[in-house]
């Protein structure tokens, strides 16, 4: 299984061998999907071969010979755009109105040749991309990416996925790489976005994964699915520094412990 975007019962689903769903949907030749998207204007299928869409009972095809890996839809100031990743020729997109017609690159600011293998959307609909040589934003629909710092440029970015604002207003942007989990604060106005404080690094799992993180899935209440090599549930998050805590405590433990002996020395032994 590529890509599940909601309950496999009643959504579609992308595999290696082709598009699965309840009605027998599948684009002609039922190639691989790597990402899907149902959209109000139809079904949206990756594939190694380009884009297919499903509307008005029939698939069109208006990306080809250009190789998928994953979809976002974007909402921006009333107007909706959708976003392919590319493996190796960046991002394509196109309008709601210009959904059918060819797609066109929107690259511009993304270094040459960059796998797009992962998107998320900010509260206030600025467009995010993780990509095989970092994690880039764009403050507008087609205008030029931009690297967002303080994430380097050498790390590949797998997964994101934006909560929802907290209550300073902050938005938390997890990132997974194949060194694990991560996290940014973004603060967002009408005037743009910045990032609120350090890169964080979170020891989320017990043992680092052999594959990476490369989905970032919300669950219910305060926390994440993440899949690396296996499935993992985060629903709470040690604070990056968390071993200084318990090197404390043992160190508390000792101390106490040598004063309790101090207080209460060993009664003399009766030899008699």
């Not at 694990?180 to 994964?209: C, H, K, M, Y």
Request: net charge negative; aromatic share 8%.
């Amino acid at each position: 299984m590529l890509a599940l975007r909601g309950e496999p019962s009643r959504h579609p689903i992308g595999t290696a061998t082709g598009l699965l769903s309840v009605s027998g949907l599948a684009p002609p030749g039922n190639p691989r999907v790597s990402d899907v998207l149902e959209t109000e204007a139809g079904l949206l299928a990756a594939t190694p071969e380009g884009l297919w869409v499903h509307a008005g009972d029939t698939w069109h095809r208006p990306l080809a010979d250009v190789p998928l890996y994953r979809l976002a839809e974007q909402r921006r100031e009333g107007r909706v755009h959708f976003h392919a990743g590319t493996i190796g020729e960046g991002v394509y997109s196109a309008s709601l109105q210009t959904l059918l017609a060819p797609w066109t690159s929107n690259s511009r600011g993304l270094p040459d040749g960059v796998k797009a293998l992962c998107f998320a959307v900010t509260e206030g609909g600025m467009l995010l991309v993780g990509t095989d040589q970092g994690l880039y934003r764009q403050a507008a629909p087609g205008e030029t990416w931009e690297a967002l710092a303080p994430f380097p440029r050498e790390r590949r970015v797998l997964a994101l996925y934006r909560a929802p604002p907290d209550a300073r207003g902050l938005q938390r942007l997890w990132i997974g790489t194949d060194d694990g989990l991560s996290a940014l604060a973004l603060a967002e106005t009408r005037d743009g976005l910045s990032v609120a404080g350090p890169l964080q690094s979170f020891d989320a799992l017990w043992e680092p994964p052999e594959t990476g993180v490369s989905w970032i899935l919300p669950v219910a209440g305060d926390g994440l699915m993440l899949s690396a090599g296996a499935v993992y549930r985060l629903s709470a998050v040690r604070y990056p520094g968390w071993y200084r805590f318990v090197l404390a405590g043992i160190l508390l433990l000792l101390v106490g412990g040598w004063l309790w002996l101090g207080f209460n020395p060993e009664p003399a032994r009766d030899d008699a």
